[in-house]
């Protein structure tokens, strides 16, 4: 494109890293908190159902939006490699 | 297991307000003051009178319906408590749970009965209401709900005086401070599921309703009178 | 595509590349009010909520009612950039970006609101160590942090190619850009992934969208309060925040094209496509509205009439009409007609529209709360000064939320306006033409050779 595209220091590209693997951090996590308390749930007698419908449905999202991020940051290191096309 | 519930006589009522006042000391319940409780709307009881007008003018007539949590058996305030502080105990009484609540105030909005009140300020005894707090109930922090327990710390009491005497607990045992006070002997309190108890007796009686029925939670506090 | 780009859309960049002392002064300012709340509701940290204006029968007050109105216009970004997006609305260009930035904004000071509210805010680990999934509070939790990390990743996505042509021109802080930009070079394959990622966002962040209004209203619909206990309270809510969304994205857009001299990007017809928009959630508010007072009232349930003369006659009865008068009369009125539809005009339709959604909040949240089933006295509520401030304090953190915003990053997304000078107006006749019947000649032959063999 424009000019010389500026490359990435390693420790910038360490830290994109260690950004991505945070998100991943963080939907573990939740989806780990969800199944907690849909265990708790149980072993109250709560009502497991609820937290079951719940569960089912919350932790795909999340999912689903930490593989979008990751996709899209695999997808961009990969595509900027040195193939340059025309 | 027990299934606790109580009768109350309006017929027998007299609106003294004597359960009122023996609750607020039986369960230490904090005093609010009168700025609080006329300026602000923030009346603290677990048991209130309610005032129910019928008729007009010079006919009217006022019957006081002693009003407490009704202990639901199906309870809307459990149904939505985010961490589990309220809850309907196994023997029939909701329970708060007042060092796991937050605060939402979300059983509050959720009770059909306004059954619940919260502590707006960090809760004050003054003078010699400090001295005669009653032991064998916790006292509450700021920022909590709470509400009737029907007096579960002396069903624990009447429950341990009976094991050490060797004998199960019997119908009587167990009355709650309202009942226990009150002039009229208005109130009864006991197990719904003993076949010889009195309450269950009264909560059969034709006269008895219940306040909201229609609802379908339930309630465990039967009225006796006409009904509305 | 083609090097070099055009210079024509890089004044876009001027607020980042020149910051003036204007940034540093509303960020200042902005932190004063802030600090200034914060400070007054230190009273309630220290006292308890008895500082509020709260009281027995209404238990929920300004706190709820600026949670379930923030969150509403939250409703304003994802959601119409996503359906924008999604049916390749051209005009939608200029707009994306400002809506999702209030999106993530306003979510994050509505998703805060319930933890002012708490009697024991230190306590709420609680919800993580013994949350009840059954309760409608912890859908919320669910909902509100999904919908906040997708309209997150919304965001910041589509903006990878804005943030690569600030490195590339060297903008400080380098670093930050260096960072965020993840090594985009603007070739076809990061432009392939790019434009993949955020297909599969806007499908997902719609659905999430909805839910998290619905679910907002489920908090009041599942009691069985009168009046709150209804069925279509999920759709009304959601027509409500989109609608407020609309309102609130068309005034930051008014506001931001005086301030930045945005007048090239967002010329009148964005405005008319948008009003339109506008018009028609109205009516559909009016409609959600008519529907649920009509059922209300035809029962007759005496707790039900409670409330409803509560709002119609009673107390409530200038807060009620109030909004019947801004969320209805003076938007129709402003919006039907041709030569009201200008920007002044706009102004007065969305500011209604966003003080009578705050308004419904509030008619939502109270009367139910105030009218006790049984014979308690009606209750009333008068927010006391900590609840103002907050509210004052949170408005605060909304312009400073675009007020850094705007420092950082470009308010306009520079890439996808470029892209529309150069491919969108191709692709736009392209896709036109496709949609157009085919010609005959091609049914001739298709009916002479059979199916499918078509030239």
Redesign the interface.
Known sequence: ???T??P??RW??A??IA?VGMIWV??LS?SV??LH??R??YR?N??PS??FA??IV?IP??V??AS??T???V??????STE??P | MARWGMTIDLDRCTGCGGCMAACHTENNLAAVGATETFEEDRAFHWLKLLPEVSGAGAEAEVRYIPHMCVQCDNPPCALVCPVHATYLSEEGIVAQIYSRCIGCRYCMAACPFNAKVFNWYEPERPGEIEQAVNPDVSLRPKGVVEKCTFCHHRIVRAREDAASAGRALADGDVTTACAESCPARAITFGDLDDPESRVRRLSRSPRAFRQHADLGTSPKVFYLGEKE | MSAGYDDQDLELLRPIEEAGSGFRVMTTLMLMIILGGWVIFSRQILEGLGVTGLNQPVGWGFYIVNFVFFIGISHAGTLISAILRLSKAEWRRPITRMAEVITVVVLAIGGFHPVLDMGRPERMLNIFTAGRLQSPLLWDVSSISAYFMASTVYLYIPMIPDIALLRDRGVRPRWLYNFLSWGWQGTQRQKAVLDRAVGILMILVIPIAVSVHTVISYIFAMTLQPSWHSTIFGPYFVVGAIFSGIAALMLVMIALRKIFHLERYLKEIHFAHLSKLLLVMSLLWFYFTFSEYLTAFFGHEPSEMRVFLYKFTGPYAPFFWGMVACNFVIPVIFLSFRRLRTIPGIVIASTAIVIGMWLERLNIVVPSLANPRLPFPTGFYVPSLVEWAMFVGAMATFILGFVLFARFFPLISVWEIREGRHEGVSETVERLESYLPDPPENLAVRSAHGEGEAT
């Open positions: 494109m424009n000019a595209p500026t990435t220091p910038i590209y830290l994109q950004s963080f939907v939740i908190w969800i308390l849909l708790l749930s109250l709560d009502v609820a937290s719940i569960s919350a999202v999340f689903t939006g979008v991020l996709y899209v940051f997808g961009l290191q990969r595509g900027a340059e096309e």
